[in-house]
């Protein structure tokens, strides 16, 4: 009885979390939560492959499930969405840094902190505030001894990771494919 009360509230919180997106998109490394408002795309989110996938619900998030779904086919393929302003100042300076790190390459939290004036610490805090990954491609960050965090997440050998493992892998860098970043 209690495994079937604890089921159905799972199931129930995810139904519910669902609503918070316009689309929900299966990818290669789950899911990817898609969150538009007016005529602006406002968050993609990773999430676990227990959320099924939800059609989009307007054309903003139609054009960003279509777009998410190209780049899983093609590592080179160059999204072009509307995206809502959002961010500090310092952040979008480093959104834009890390905006031009090209596919297949990757750049350390430090080199991105030199190149914008600033420390690595504040890098990686803004890498973890993106509200736009994949768009704005914080997985080609790393860390200076390996692949550093993703996605704002304490994680630190989880889901993830593993997606931004298989981000890379996909853009051609496969040495980061089992690399962890602690012993377990």
């Not at 899911?31 to 307007?58: C, H, M, N, W």
């Not at 509200?131 to 080609?140: A, E, G, K």
């Amino acid at each position: 009885m209690f495994a079937t009360v604890a089921g159905s509230v799972s199931v129930t919180k995810i139904q519910q979390a669902s609503e918070l997106f316009a689309a929900i998109v299966r990818t290669p490394f789950g899911a990817l939560g898609i969150r538009t408002g007016g005529a602006v795309l406002t968050e993609l989110v990773y999430l676990p492959e227990s959320f099924d996938d939800k059609a989009p619900q307007d054309p903003v998030a139609e054009r960003a499930a279509s777009q998410v779904l190209r780049y899983c086919d093609d590592p080179d393929f160059v999204f072009d969405l509307p995206l809502a302003q959002v961010g500090s100042e310092f952040q979008r300076k480093v959104w834009s840094a890390i905006g031009g790190i090209p596919r297949g390459e990757v750049r350390t939290y430090g080199e991105v902190a030199k190149f914008v004036g600033s420390m690595p610490r504040a890098v990686g805090q803004a890498c973890g505030a993106n509200h736009f990954p994949l768009v704005v491609p914080c997985h080609r960050v790393t860390g200076a001894q390996g692949l550093g965090g993703f996605a704002g997440s304490d994680d630190r050998n989880g889901f993830t990771l593993n997606v931004k493992r298989w981000l890379l892998a996909h853009e051609g860098l496969r040495e980061y494919a089992w690399q962890q970043t602690t012993l377990l």
